[in-house]
């Protein structure tokens, strides 16, 4: 049974920062890894996708890597803004590619 | 392309009633998910389908659950009989086979 982890819980940083998030999974036999973000009360809003055979993916100052061997998963935000402040969520596809399994989340605070 | 609409977005209801959740999926996705959240807790998979055809459901869903997906378009979710422990964020994503899951608002249940 897959297990996503994601690391840290919660972390604040202030406004300019270049930040990592983490992400581990225990099952490496993957389709692929989202990353999500979601703000309170609200839906979950696709920001990355990488496929199995892929190693990063980049959207503006979004850039996350997988290394499918260790189960690692990194989302790297740079230049971080105050709007960027929200739950970021790590999901892998697995088994017979049905569903997805998430991971806690990392609640982000970005101060000014 | 409007996007996953779920209805209604909050529904509360006393225990031991029925509820029925809809999710509207993006018109040519063919797959489409129901997860569950509960606060603090990365969502959880419920149920799929590809099409009209329901192809796999979690150990989560009980027999008090149902899904359907008339026709291979909207989706139904009921709870009968429901519990304090079903107060939860359902959420409805859809995609196009491995392809990203795009996820709607979600419907907010409490259940007194």
């Known amino acids: 049974k897959q297990e996503v982890t994601q690391i840290p819980a919660a972390l604040s940083v202030p406004e300019g920062e270049n930040l990592v998030l983490n992400c581990s999974f225990t099952?490496?036999?993957?389709?692929?890894l989202q990353w999500f973000r979601q703000d309170p009360g609200k839906g979950l809003t696709s920001l990355l996708l990488i496929q199995s055979s892929q190693r990063e993916q980049t959207s503006g100052r979004l850039n996350a890597s997988l290394d499918k061997s260790s189960g690692r998963s990194t989302l790297y935000i740079a230049a971080s803004q105050p709007g960027d402040s929200a739950t970021y969520l790590c999901?892998?596809?697995?088994?017979?590619?049905?569903?997805?399994?998430f991971g806690t989340g990392t609640r982000l605070q970005v101060t000014l | 392309d409007t996007g996953v609409s779920q209805n209604p977005r909050h529904k509360i209801t006393k225990r031991g009633q029925n509820v029925t959740f809809r999710c509207d999926p993006i018109?040519?996705?063919?797959?489409l998910y129901w997860y569950r959240q509960t606060l603090g807790q990365g969502p959880e998979f419920l149920t799929y389908?590809?099409?009209?055809?329901?192809?796999?459901k979690s150990r989560l869903l009980s027999d008090r659950f149902s899904a359907e997906r008339p026709k291979g378009s909207f989706s139904t979710l009921e709870i009968q009989r429901t519990e304090q422990g079903d107060s939860a964020m359902y959420l409805c994503a859809s995609s196009s086979i491995t392809d990203t899951q795009y996820f709607g608002p979600g419907t907010r249940l409490t259940v007194l």
């Open positions: 099952d490496s036999a993957i389709y692929n």
């Open positions: 999901a892998s596809l697995t088994g017979t590619a049905s569903k997805l399994t």
């Open positions: 389908f590809q099409n009209e055809a329901q192809l796999e």
């Open positions: 018109s040519e996705h063919n797959r």
